[in-house]
């Protein structure tokens, strides 16, 4: 792996904007993703993500901003750059000549470096019969070949746009050992999913993208902290409905005899303290998710 540049981030984005024509794909994004962490990049399809990619990687030309990857500027130094990272794209084009074996190798020879124990370990895990033809695979083969390639370079820097699409379950959990496998050699992953699940167990921090801007920012736990949480609480008596009624952050609060029903937005510390004051008989709290945090973002609540 080749030995780090002085710079403390691994990307660095400032004021990106990117226009095709009258349609303004980003509206001005700053980023910084760190050394050595899993980035999870989140939004729905339209958004922005691969956009965003594209222009780190130089695939396409961004209309203002700067951007730093690895330390180095990806228009002036790009060759420099993708000998430093490995990238699985959304959209596939793999070759229809050759096998999985002679692909790898291909690739290898471009990098100056191929590990055909680490090359035959990888394809077990990911049950990748390197002998076959690249034609023939289907196209969640097609997905773990890419991941193949990404996994064996001895990269710096992964940049992974919805690598999952086609896997099974059990390919997903393998792909997330992975990850982790890799962040632990000091790897930094950029993980651009929809696939909500996968970046909450993987991603050290995580940015919201919507209509061009990120709108939200920070580790999965407080992300997770911004949602709703639900809440279940039954009463010796009836319950203290005037007082729950003004208790800041409470919402859809529903009363059925001595149950009560209610969401609450932001800490949970007056409710908690409201409920102290009464006799209780039970109380269920239900932690969001990601998913709930991520829709509750969408939906522009605070």
Known sequence: MSEPTASPAAIRISGLVKDYGRVRALAGIDLEVRRGEVFGFLGPNGAGKTTTIRCLLDLIRPTAGRLEVLGLDPRRQGPELRARLAYVPGELRLP????????????????????????????????????????????????????????????????LDEPTNGLDPLMQHEFLGLVREARDRGTTVFLSSHVLSEVQRAADRVAVLRKGKIVAIGTVDELRGRARQRVEAWFAGDPPAAELERLPGLEAVTIDGRRLWATVSGPVQPLVETLGRHPVVSLVVEEPDLEEAFLDIYAGRP
Do not use: C, M, W, Y
């Open 96 to 159: 229809e000549r050759g096998t999985v074996a002679q692909l790898a190798a291909s690739i290898g020879r471009v990098r100056g470096t191929l590990d055909p124990d680490r090359r035959d370990a990888l394809a077990a895990r990911l049950d990748l019969d390197l002998g076959r033809r690249l034609r023939d695979l289907s196209s969640g083969n097609r997905r773990k070949v890419a991941l193949l390639l990404a996994f064996l370079a001895d990269a710096e820097l992964l940049v």
